[in-house]
Nanobody, 117 residues
């Protein structure tokens, strides 16, 4: 069973950058497509970015295109989310997700990102 642990969240000023990491264990990451989701207070969880198991295909929510970059290092069993030009509306708990073909998704515990001056 796959375990996921996010890190790298924190408080950053508008326009700043953060890099989130999602360390996985318990199974081979290359078997899983992975993604980042976020949930702001009072709002539903939304997809931010996803990346195929090989890393060759990525997709982004319109709200983060051009600012966020998802990547993965299967050798290190880690998924990353580079977030640049952060805005206050990016404030949320960010969750890492992994899913095998036709499988159930696995989730991390989340990491808080707060964008404020």
């Amino acid at each position: 069973q796959l375990q996921l642990v996010e890190s790298g969240g924190g408080l950053v000023q508008p326009g700043g950058s953060l890099r989130l990491s999602c360390a996985t264990s318990g199974s081979t990451l290359e078997d899983y497509a992975t993604g980042w989701f976020r949930q702001a207070p009072g709002k539903e969880r939304e997809a931010v970015a996803c990346i195929s198991s090989s890393g060759r295909s990525t997709n982004y929510a319109d709200s983060v295109k051009g600012r966020f970059t998802i990547s993965r290092d299967n050798a290190k069993n880690t998924v990353y989310l580079q977030m640049n030009s952060l805005k206050p509306e990016d404030t949320a708990v960010y969750y890492c997700n992994a899913v095998e073909f036709l499988g159930s998704p696995y989730w991390g515990q989340g990491t808080q990102v707060t964008v404020s001056s």
